[in-house]
């Protein structure tokens, strides 16, 4: 059950809590119980993460969510390692690549308009299951192929493995995909030759 007090601020001192991280939206602290609290800087994306890891909430893909006030969240923290830093140590496997693609097809199963995740917004957790943070724009853009994802995977020199990963995995999602990603990565090489 989620703590809801859309009018309350922050009751939280983090003074003495460590800084996880800070972006064009927030701020996220650990706080003393192993939670971390995330204040939103940036009003509308702070409104439209909560209200899209709300209707997840529970989902084994994204944190769970405890409480809600109108600049910040309390969540489960999600430990791990980020994706792209993963590869980049350990390459990609078999293994990894269906985890991605089952947490893609689970977006869709939860309806996401958009299905796409950037390298960087997935963690491996120690078990070697996928957690997602800082979802955006999941029910209001329309995006059908994984397209940051992509990028990320060409730039970490996986993105062809993966595709045929995907294409023996789930046939139906490698000709639903691999042509926009194919298309979307040829376009991204032409402006980084100009």
Known sequence: ?????????????????????????????????????????????????????????????????????????????????????????????????????????????????KIDVRCKDIFIQEDGELKVIDPKKCYSRQRNFPRHLSKGLYKLKVLDYFLEVLEEYDSRLYKKWSRKINKYIKQREKLSEL
Do not use: Q
């Open 1 to 113: 059950m989620i703590e809801k007090n859309i009018y309350k601020k922050n009751p939280y001192d983090l003074t003495n809590c460590k800084l996880l991280g800070k972006g064009h939206n927030g701020e996220v602290y650990l706080l003393p119980d192993g939670k971390v609290i995330k204040i939103g800087l940036n009003n509308k994306s702070f409104t439209g993460e909560y209200r899209i890891l709300e209707r997840v909430n529970g989902n084994k893909y994204f944190p769970k969510i405890s409480e809600i006030g109108s600049n910040y969240m309390v969540r489960e923290c999600v430990h791990g390692k980020i994706l792209s830093k993963h590869i980049k140590k350990n390459g990609m496997d078999k293994n990894l690549a269906c985890k991605i693609i089952d947490m893609l097809k689970e977006f869709e199963k939860i309806k996401f308009s």
